[in-house]
T-cell receptor, first 115, second 116 residues
Framework: DVKVTQSSRYLVKRTGEKVFLECVQD?????MFWYRQDPGLGLRLIYF???????EKGDIPEGYSVSREKKERFSLILESASTNQTSMYLC??????????????FGEGSRLTVL | AQKVTQAQTEISVVEKEDVTLDCVYE???????LFWYKQPPSGELVFLIR??????QNEISGRYSWNFQKSTSSFNFTITASQVVDSAVYFC?????????????FGAGTRLAVHP
């Protein structure tokens, strides 16, 4: 089975702190994604990566950056956390890059609270 | 502009009732893909189905069925004889061919509560 593992289920940080959210997938998938989930808004795409060291902005990239140094690992970085970044963050991966080429596999999510 | 609309925020039913979750999408692409995902309380989204825009046949999988109608831009999901284990948040999603990558645009989700 494909496994997408997010390093932290729950985090509490203070405004202005730098936050790292880590995601690892074990199935050699090309694509990796970071979404945030908020009530009433569904999942919104922050960034995605279709290859090592490659990244593309999603719909809401402001305030975030990402890093993909190895194929299996995709990190989301909040340079200076703010209270409006309190949310559930979901990492996902898919085998291929093309549109609609297959399902996304999701991790269990990281719930971040910024005080 | 939201391209996937799930107008039902929450639905509550009693076990064994049938329930339909609505999904309306918007796209200018002729080639696109539609998905449904289930998010149980554990948080991990689970893939249920993918349809491409050229396949309008309805699909049935056990108690689950999907009705895809291009004429109304809808991709509705029906659970027959609902069970408590069906309680979850359900998301409809769209992937557009013009997007170039396997990006999914999600609706806001419908929270389904099935009571014994």
């Amino acid at each position: 089975d494909v496994k997408v593992t997010q390093s932290s289920r729950y985090l509490v940080k203070r405004t202005g702190e730098k936050v790292f959210l880590e995601c690892v997938q074990d199935m050699d998938h090309e694509n990796m994604f970071w979404y945030r989930q908020d009530p009433g808004l569904g999942l919104r795409l922050i960034y995605f990566s279709y290859d090592v060291k490659m990244k593309e902005k999603g719909d809401i990239p402001e305030g975030y950056s990402v890093s993909r140094e190895k194929k299996e690992r995709f990190s989301l970085i909040l340079e200076s956390a703010s209270t409006n970044q309190t949310s559930m963050y979901l990492c996902a991966s898919s085998l291929f890059s093309g549109a609609g080429t297959g399902e996304l596999f999701f991790g269990e999510g990281s719930r971040l609270t910024v005080l | 502009a939201q391209k996937v609309t799930q107008a039902q925020t929450e639905i509550s039913v009693v076990e064994k009732e049938d329930v339909t979750l609505d999904c309306v999408y918007e796209t200018r692409d002729t080639t696109y893909y539609l998905f449904w995902y289930k998010q149980p309380p554990s948080g991990e989204l689970v893939f249920l189905i993918r349809r491409n825009s050229f396949d309008e046949q309805n699909e049935i999988s056990g108690r689950y069925s999907w009705n895809f109608q291009k004429s109304t831009s809808s991709f509705n999901f029906t659970i027959t004889a609902s069970q408590v284990v069906d309680s979850a948040v359900y998301f409809c999603a769209l992937s557009e061919d013009s997007g170039g990558y396997n990006k999914l645009i999600f609706g806001a989700g419908t929270r389904l509560a099935v009571h014994p």
